[in-house]
Protein backbone atom coordinates (compact mmCIF):
# COMPACT_ATOMS: atom_id res chain seq x y z
CA UNK A 1 0.00 0.00 0.00
CA UNK A 2 1.23 3.30 -0.84
CA UNK A 3 1.88 5.96 1.98
CA UNK A 4 3.14 9.52 1.54
CA UNK A 5 6.35 8.96 2.56
CA UNK A 6 6.64 6.82 -1.20
CA UNK A 7 5.37 10.22 -2.58
CA UNK A 8 8.64 12.41 -0.88
CA UNK A 9 10.86 9.90 -2.41
CA UNK A 10 13.65 12.40 -3.83
CA UNK A 11 13.42 10.22 -7.32
CA UNK A 12 9.58 11.05 -7.16
CA UNK A 13 9.62 14.72 -6.35
CA UNK A 14 12.45 15.70 -8.66
CA UNK A 15 10.35 13.90 -11.37
CA UNK A 16 7.26 16.24 -10.66
CA UNK A 17 9.15 18.91 -10.93
CA UNK A 18 10.62 18.39 -13.92
CA UNK A 19 7.59 17.40 -15.61
CA UNK A 20 4.73 20.09 -13.86
CA UNK A 21 3.99 22.38 -17.12
CA UNK A 22 3.93 18.58 -19.11
CA UNK A 23 0.71 17.55 -20.48
CA UNK A 24 0.06 14.37 -17.98
CA UNK A 25 -2.13 12.42 -20.11
CA UNK A 26 0.72 10.89 -22.50
CA UNK A 27 2.69 9.97 -18.87
CA UNK A 28 -0.15 8.50 -17.52
CA UNK A 29 -0.64 6.35 -21.06
CA UNK A 30 2.87 5.73 -21.35
CA UNK A 31 3.74 4.33 -17.72
CA UNK A 32 1.17 2.34 -15.64
CA UNK A 33 4.07 3.02 -12.39
CA UNK A 34 6.96 5.78 -12.35
CA UNK A 35 9.02 5.53 -9.35
CA UNK A 36 6.84 2.33 -8.21
CA UNK A 37 4.04 5.11 -8.02
CA UNK A 38 0.54 4.86 -10.20
CA UNK A 39 1.38 7.00 -12.82
CA UNK A 40 -2.70 8.52 -12.20
CA UNK A 41 -1.18 9.49 -8.60
CA UNK A 42 2.02 10.97 -9.88
CA UNK A 43 -0.33 13.06 -12.44
CA UNK A 44 -2.43 14.41 -9.73
CA UNK A 45 0.55 15.50 -7.96
CA UNK A 46 1.49 17.57 -11.18
CA UNK A 47 -1.40 19.15 -11.37
CA UNK A 48 -2.05 19.75 -8.06
CA UNK A 49 1.33 21.70 -7.72
CA UNK A 50 0.86 23.34 -11.31
CA UNK A 51 -2.92 24.51 -9.87
CA UNK A 52 -1.05 25.59 -6.25
CA UNK A 53 1.66 28.22 -8.53
CA UNK A 54 -1.06 30.74 -8.61
CA UNK A 55 -3.47 29.54 -5.91
CA UNK A 56 -1.36 28.60 -3.12
CA UNK A 57 2.42 29.95 -3.95
CA UNK A 58 3.25 28.84 -0.16
CA UNK A 59 2.33 25.61 -0.73
CA UNK A 60 4.18 25.72 -4.41
CA UNK A 61 7.43 27.21 -2.77
CA UNK A 62 7.71 24.85 0.61
CA UNK A 63 9.19 21.40 -0.02
CA UNK A 64 7.80 18.54 0.85
CA UNK A 65 4.51 19.77 -0.14
CA UNK A 66 1.90 17.09 -1.31
CA UNK A 67 -1.29 17.86 -3.42
CA UNK A 68 -4.40 15.99 -2.99
CA UNK A 69 -6.45 15.34 -6.69
CA UNK A 70 -7.16 18.00 -8.77
CA UNK A 71 -10.52 18.75 -7.31
CA UNK A 72 -9.68 19.02 -3.79
CA UNK A 73 -7.33 21.94 -5.23
CA UNK A 74 -9.75 23.53 -7.10
CA UNK A 75 -12.63 23.87 -4.50
CA UNK A 76 -10.46 25.08 -1.76
CA UNK A 77 -9.92 28.58 -0.71
CA UNK A 78 -7.08 30.42 -2.11
CA UNK A 79 -4.14 31.92 0.03
CA UNK A 80 -5.93 35.73 -0.61
CA UNK A 81 -8.98 34.44 0.31
CA UNK A 82 -7.87 32.15 3.10
CA UNK A 83 -5.99 35.13 4.63
CA UNK A 84 -8.67 37.82 4.30
CA UNK A 85 -11.05 35.01 6.47
CA UNK A 86 -8.65 35.83 9.41
CA UNK A 87 -8.57 39.44 9.22
CA UNK A 88 -12.53 38.98 9.67
CA UNK A 89 -12.45 36.55 12.43
CA UNK A 90 -9.75 38.90 14.19
CA UNK A 91 -12.34 42.43 13.62
CA UNK A 92 -14.78 40.34 16.25
CA UNK A 93 -12.29 39.89 19.16
CA UNK A 94 -9.20 41.13 20.58
CA UNK A 95 -8.57 38.03 22.24
CA UNK A 96 -8.71 34.89 19.48
CA UNK A 97 -5.24 33.93 20.29
CA UNK A 98 -6.39 32.62 23.71
CA UNK A 99 -9.68 31.16 21.71
CA UNK A 100 -9.88 27.94 19.82
CA UNK A 101 -11.56 27.74 16.29
CA UNK A 102 -13.54 24.89 14.54
CA UNK A 103 -13.00 23.73 11.25
CA UNK A 104 -15.90 21.57 10.48
CA UNK A 105 -14.77 20.84 6.79
CA UNK A 106 -10.96 20.93 6.92
CA UNK A 107 -10.23 19.77 3.26
CA UNK A 108 -7.46 20.68 2.05
CA UNK A 109 -6.17 23.03 5.06
CA UNK A 110 -6.05 25.91 3.35
CA UNK A 111 -8.52 27.78 5.68
CA UNK A 112 -7.33 25.99 8.58
CA UNK A 113 -3.92 26.84 8.43
CA UNK A 114 -4.29 30.81 7.82
CA UNK A 115 -6.48 30.52 10.76
CA UNK A 116 -4.32 28.95 12.74
CA UNK A 117 -2.02 31.79 12.82
CA UNK A 118 -4.81 33.81 14.07
CA UNK A 119 -6.51 31.65 16.90
CA UNK A 120 -4.50 29.57 19.93
CA UNK A 121 -6.00 26.38 18.67
CA UNK A 122 -7.69 24.90 15.18
CA UNK A 123 -9.82 22.25 15.71
CA UNK A 124 -9.51 20.54 11.88
CA UNK A 125 -12.31 18.18 10.89
CA UNK A 126 -12.11 16.07 8.33
CA UNK A 127 -14.35 12.39 7.20
CA UNK A 128 -11.67 11.60 4.30
CA UNK A 129 -9.12 9.85 5.81
CA UNK A 130 -6.61 10.24 2.69
CA UNK A 131 -7.17 13.82 2.49
CA UNK A 132 -6.38 14.83 6.17
CA UNK A 133 -3.31 13.04 6.45
CA UNK A 134 -2.43 15.13 3.69
CA UNK A 135 -3.74 18.25 5.09
CA UNK A 136 -2.00 16.89 8.41
CA UNK A 137 1.86 17.04 6.96
CA UNK A 138 1.16 19.84 4.71
CA UNK A 139 0.34 21.22 7.67
CA UNK A 140 3.67 20.68 9.67
CA UNK A 141 5.53 21.69 6.51
CA UNK A 142 4.79 25.13 6.91
CA UNK A 143 5.42 24.97 10.56
CA UNK A 144 1.49 24.62 12.48
CA UNK A 145 1.69 23.03 15.58
CA UNK A 146 -1.73 24.05 16.86
CA UNK A 147 -4.39 22.55 15.02
CA UNK A 148 -5.93 18.79 15.73
CA UNK A 149 -6.98 16.82 13.39
CA UNK A 150 -10.20 14.67 13.97
CA UNK A 151 -11.16 11.83 11.40
CA UNK A 152 -14.72 12.28 11.73
CA UNK A 153 -17.78 14.28 10.36
CA UNK A 154 -19.16 17.86 11.36
CA UNK A 155 -22.05 16.10 12.83
CA UNK A 156 -19.95 14.01 14.81
CA UNK A 157 -17.94 16.10 16.22
CA UNK A 158 -20.80 18.74 17.41
CA UNK A 159 -22.61 15.21 19.17
CA UNK A 160 -19.17 14.41 21.03
CA UNK A 161 -19.64 17.41 23.57
CA UNK A 162 -16.24 19.02 22.22
CA UNK A 163 -15.50 22.37 23.11
CA UNK A 164 -14.93 26.01 20.90
CA UNK A 165 -15.47 29.13 20.62
CA UNK A 166 -16.05 30.30 16.95
CA UNK A 167 -17.13 27.85 14.08
CA UNK A 168 -16.62 28.38 10.29
CA UNK A 169 -17.75 25.62 7.63
CA UNK A 170 -17.39 25.29 4.07
CA UNK A 171 -20.56 23.03 3.21
CA UNK A 172 -19.44 20.77 -0.06
CA UNK A 173 -21.71 22.53 -2.83
CA UNK A 174 -21.92 19.29 -5.03
CA UNK A 175 -24.25 16.42 -4.69
CA UNK A 176 -24.59 12.77 -5.98
CA UNK A 177 -23.16 12.68 -9.30
CA UNK A 178 -21.26 15.80 -8.93
CA UNK A 179 -24.27 17.85 -9.52
CA UNK A 180 -23.74 21.40 -8.25
CA UNK A 181 -26.38 22.53 -5.65
CA UNK A 182 -27.13 26.35 -4.72
CA UNK A 183 -29.01 25.90 -1.74
CA UNK A 184 -27.47 25.44 1.94
CA UNK A 185 -30.24 23.07 2.74
CA UNK A 186 -28.92 20.87 -0.16
CA UNK A 187 -25.21 21.12 1.02
CA UNK A 188 -22.98 18.72 2.95
CA UNK A 189 -23.14 19.03 5.71
CA UNK A 190 -26.05 21.01 6.26
CA UNK A 191 -25.53 24.13 8.25
CA UNK A 192 -29.21 24.92 8.21
CA UNK A 193 -29.74 22.41 10.40
CA UNK A 194 -26.52 22.31 12.31
CA UNK A 195 -26.42 26.04 13.41
CA UNK A 196 -28.65 25.56 16.64
CA UNK A 197 -26.19 22.83 17.66
CA UNK A 198 -23.30 25.19 16.78
CA UNK A 199 -24.82 28.28 18.40
CA UNK A 200 -25.27 26.21 21.34
CA UNK A 201 -20.96 25.80 21.83
CA UNK A 202 -19.97 28.65 20.20
CA UNK A 203 -21.21 32.61 19.84
CA UNK A 204 -19.61 33.09 16.33
CA UNK A 205 -20.07 31.02 12.81
CA UNK A 206 -18.57 31.80 9.65
CA UNK A 207 -20.44 29.96 6.54
CA UNK A 208 -18.75 29.96 2.91
CA UNK A 209 -20.72 29.94 -0.49
CA UNK A 210 -20.38 29.94 -3.82
CA UNK A 211 -20.15 33.27 -5.25
CA UNK A 212 -23.60 31.99 -7.62
CA UNK A 213 -25.53 31.77 -4.08
CA UNK A 214 -28.03 33.81 -3.47
CA UNK A 215 -27.09 36.29 -0.50
CA UNK A 216 -31.28 37.49 0.22
CA UNK A 217 -31.64 33.52 0.16
CA UNK A 218 -29.04 32.89 2.93
CA UNK A 219 -30.48 35.56 4.62
CA UNK A 220 -33.75 33.74 5.29
CA UNK A 221 -31.74 30.19 5.91
CA UNK A 222 -29.20 31.36 8.53
CA UNK A 223 -29.83 32.95 11.89
CA UNK A 224 -27.71 35.93 13.27
CA UNK A 225 -26.35 37.25 10.38
CA UNK A 226 -24.09 40.46 11.02
CA UNK A 227 -22.47 40.90 8.12
CA UNK A 228 -21.72 39.08 4.38
CA UNK A 229 -18.83 39.53 2.88
CA UNK A 230 -18.87 39.37 -1.24
CA UNK A 231 -15.15 38.64 -2.14
CA UNK A 232 -13.08 38.58 -5.08
CA UNK A 233 -9.70 38.24 -6.12
CA UNK A 234 -8.72 40.80 -9.18
CA UNK A 235 -12.56 41.66 -9.95
CA UNK A 236 -13.22 38.06 -10.24
CA UNK A 237 -15.81 36.90 -7.70
CA UNK A 238 -14.47 33.89 -5.92
CA UNK A 239 -16.84 33.43 -2.56
CA UNK A 240 -19.42 34.28 -0.27
CA UNK A 241 -19.24 34.79 3.66
CA UNK A 242 -22.00 34.71 5.86
CA UNK A 243 -20.56 36.01 9.30
CA UNK A 244 -22.79 35.28 12.37
CA UNK A 245 -22.87 36.55 15.86
CA UNK A 246 -25.41 34.66 18.28
CA UNK A 247 -28.28 36.61 19.01
CA UNK A 248 -27.36 39.72 16.35
CA UNK A 249 -30.63 40.91 15.54
CA UNK A 250 -30.08 44.44 13.63
CA UNK A 251 -29.72 44.34 9.72
CA UNK A 252 -26.60 42.61 8.23
CA UNK A 253 -24.14 44.90 6.57
CA UNK A 254 -22.61 44.19 3.21
CA UNK A 255 -19.65 44.21 2.43
CA UNK A 256 -17.90 44.19 -1.45
CA UNK A 257 -14.18 43.20 -1.21
CA UNK A 258 -11.82 43.18 -3.99
CA UNK A 259 -8.44 41.91 -3.34
CA UNK A 260 -5.81 43.11 -5.76
CA UNK A 261 -2.82 40.95 -7.09
CA UNK A 262 -0.40 43.27 -4.63
CA UNK A 263 -3.10 42.44 -1.75
CA UNK A 264 -4.77 45.93 -1.70
CA UNK A 265 -8.18 45.23 -0.35
CA UNK A 266 -10.78 47.82 -1.86
CA UNK A 267 -13.96 47.51 0.09
CA UNK A 268 -17.46 49.03 0.02
CA UNK A 269 -20.18 48.76 2.29
CA UNK A 270 -24.31 49.35 1.93
CA UNK A 271 -27.50 47.65 3.88
CA UNK A 272 -30.98 46.92 1.50
CA UNK A 273 -32.19 48.76 3.30
CA UNK A 274 -30.53 51.71 2.23
CA UNK A 275 -30.22 50.72 -1.30
CA UNK A 276 -34.44 50.15 -1.92
CA UNK A 277 -34.95 53.58 -0.28
CA UNK A 278 -31.94 55.68 -2.23
CA UNK A 279 -33.14 57.06 -5.54
CA UNK A 280 -30.07 58.17 -8.04
CA UNK A 281 -29.73 60.20 -11.03
CA UNK A 282 -29.49 59.04 -14.76
CA UNK A 283 -27.70 60.57 -17.44
CA UNK A 284 -26.39 60.39 -20.93
CA UNK A 285 -22.58 59.48 -21.27
CA UNK A 286 -20.67 61.76 -20.43
CA UNK A 287 -16.62 62.38 -20.39
CA UNK A 288 -15.97 59.49 -18.17
CA UNK A 289 -17.67 55.50 -17.90
CA UNK A 290 -17.30 53.37 -14.93
CA UNK A 291 -18.16 50.25 -14.10
CA UNK A 292 -18.37 48.38 -10.77
CA UNK A 293 -16.32 45.52 -9.48
CA UNK A 294 -17.42 42.10 -9.82
CA UNK A 295 -17.97 41.93 -6.01
CA UNK A 296 -20.28 45.49 -6.14
CA UNK A 297 -22.39 43.66 -8.86
CA UNK A 298 -23.19 40.61 -7.06
CA UNK A 299 -23.85 42.25 -4.18
CA UNK A 300 -26.50 44.27 -5.70
CA UNK A 301 -25.33 47.71 -4.30
CA UNK A 302 -26.48 49.52 -7.87
CA UNK A 303 -28.02 53.01 -6.31
CA UNK A 304 -26.15 53.49 -3.22
CA UNK A 305 -22.65 53.17 -4.87
CA UNK A 306 -23.65 56.00 -7.57
CA UNK A 307 -24.90 58.63 -4.59
CA UNK A 308 -21.49 57.71 -2.52
CA UNK A 309 -19.43 58.46 -5.69
CA UNK A 310 -22.30 61.09 -6.67
CA UNK A 311 -22.33 60.00 -10.26
CA UNK A 312 -25.17 59.39 -12.51
CA UNK A 313 -26.50 55.71 -13.88
CA UNK A 314 -26.57 55.17 -17.83
CA UNK A 315 -30.21 53.11 -17.19
CA UNK A 316 -32.00 51.43 -14.47
CA UNK A 317 -30.83 47.67 -15.69
CA UNK A 318 -27.10 49.04 -17.28
CA UNK A 319 -24.94 48.59 -14.30
CA UNK A 320 -22.50 51.91 -15.72
CA UNK A 321 -21.97 55.03 -14.18
CA UNK A 322 -20.68 58.34 -15.72
CA UNK A 323 -19.00 61.81 -14.89
CA UNK A 324 -18.01 64.83 -15.94
CA UNK A 325 -15.41 64.50 -13.46
CA UNK A 326 -12.78 62.06 -13.21
CA UNK A 327 -13.20 59.86 -9.94
CA UNK A 328 -9.55 57.94 -8.96
CA UNK A 329 -10.88 56.17 -6.33
CA UNK A 330 -13.94 54.74 -7.99
CA UNK A 331 -14.67 51.11 -7.01
CA UNK A 332 -14.01 49.08 -10.54
CA UNK A 333 -12.59 49.50 -13.75
CA UNK A 334 -12.84 53.30 -15.03
CA UNK A 335 -12.85 54.70 -18.79
CA UNK A 336 -12.47 57.91 -20.72
CA UNK A 337 -14.73 58.20 -23.40
CA UNK A 338 -12.73 58.75 -26.87
CA UNK A 339 -15.88 58.91 -29.48
CA UNK A 340 -19.01 57.84 -30.20
CA UNK A 341 -18.94 55.21 -32.94
CA UNK A 342 -21.18 52.51 -34.81
CA UNK A 343 -21.00 48.65 -35.19
CA UNK A 344 -19.42 49.32 -38.24
CA UNK A 345 -16.12 47.89 -39.94
CA UNK A 346 -15.11 50.85 -41.68
CA UNK A 347 -15.78 53.19 -39.75
CA UNK A 348 -13.94 51.67 -36.57
CA UNK A 349 -10.76 51.79 -38.47
CA UNK A 350 -10.18 54.96 -37.53
CA UNK A 351 -10.37 54.39 -33.80
CA UNK A 352 -8.77 50.61 -33.68
CA UNK A 353 -6.07 51.06 -36.45
CA UNK A 354 -4.72 47.50 -35.58
CA UNK A 355 -7.37 45.96 -36.17
CA UNK A 356 -8.15 44.73 -32.19
CA UNK A 357 -10.05 45.88 -29.09
CA UNK A 358 -11.22 44.41 -25.94
CA UNK A 359 -15.22 44.44 -26.02
CA UNK A 360 -17.28 44.66 -23.28
CA UNK A 361 -21.36 45.12 -23.25
CA UNK A 362 -23.57 46.15 -20.58
CA UNK A 363 -27.63 45.69 -21.37
CA UNK A 364 -26.65 46.07 -25.50
CA UNK A 365 -28.23 43.90 -28.50
CA UNK A 366 -25.55 42.36 -29.57
CA UNK A 367 -23.51 39.87 -27.49
CA UNK A 368 -19.53 40.47 -27.39
CA UNK A 369 -19.28 37.51 -30.12
CA UNK A 370 -21.37 39.08 -32.39
CA UNK A 371 -20.06 42.79 -32.12
CA UNK A 372 -16.67 40.74 -33.06
CA UNK A 373 -18.56 39.30 -36.16
CA UNK A 374 -19.70 42.45 -37.07
CA UNK A 375 -16.93 45.06 -36.67
CA UNK A 376 -14.33 42.48 -37.39
CA UNK A 377 -11.89 43.29 -34.63
CA UNK A 378 -10.35 40.31 -32.36
CA UNK A 379 -9.25 40.45 -29.27
CA UNK A 380 -6.17 42.79 -27.97
CA UNK A 381 -4.85 46.61 -28.20
CA UNK A 382 -4.83 48.65 -25.38
CA UNK A 383 -8.38 50.13 -25.91
CA UNK A 384 -11.75 49.34 -25.03
CA UNK A 385 -15.42 48.84 -27.58
CA UNK A 386 -18.23 49.18 -25.24
CA UNK A 387 -21.57 48.79 -26.32
CA UNK A 388 -24.42 49.73 -23.39
CA UNK A 389 -28.25 50.68 -23.50
CA UNK A 390 -28.57 54.42 -22.22
CA UNK A 391 -32.06 56.00 -21.14
CA UNK A 392 -33.12 56.67 -24.97
CA UNK A 393 -30.75 55.07 -27.32
CA UNK A 394 -27.73 52.45 -27.74
CA UNK A 395 -24.28 53.63 -27.37
CA UNK A 396 -21.10 51.95 -28.78
CA UNK A 397 -18.04 53.77 -28.04
CA UNK A 398 -14.13 53.90 -28.00
CA UNK A 399 -12.67 54.26 -25.09
CA UNK A 400 -9.41 54.30 -23.00
CA UNK A 401 -9.18 52.80 -19.77
CA UNK A 402 -7.46 54.84 -16.86
CA UNK A 403 -5.85 53.46 -14.11
Known amino acids: MMSLRDLLSSDVKSF ?7 D ?7 HKFIHGIPSSVIADQINGRRKAKEKLPMFYHTKGIVYPPGVNVEQSSSEQTAGYKATIFAQHSAELKNKTLVDLTG ?12 FKNVQYIEPNESLLEISKHNHHQLGADNIQYHHTTAENFLSRGHSFDLAYID ?3 RAAGNQKVYSLNDCEPNIVQLQDVIFEKADCLMIKASPLFDIQQGLKELKFVQQVFVVSVNNECKELLFSSRK ?3 DEPEILAINISSNNRIDSFSFQFSRERQTEIPFSDPLTYLYEPNASILKSGAFKTLGVQFNISKIHPSTHLYTSDQYLENFSGRKFKIEAFVKPDAKTLKAFFPEGKANITTRNYPLSVDELKKKTGLKDGGDKFLIGFSGMKTKYLVSANRLH
Open 107 to 118: GLGIDSFFLSRT
Open 247 to 249: NFS
Open 171 to 173: PSR
Open 24 to 30: VKPLVLK
Open 16 to 22: IHQHEND
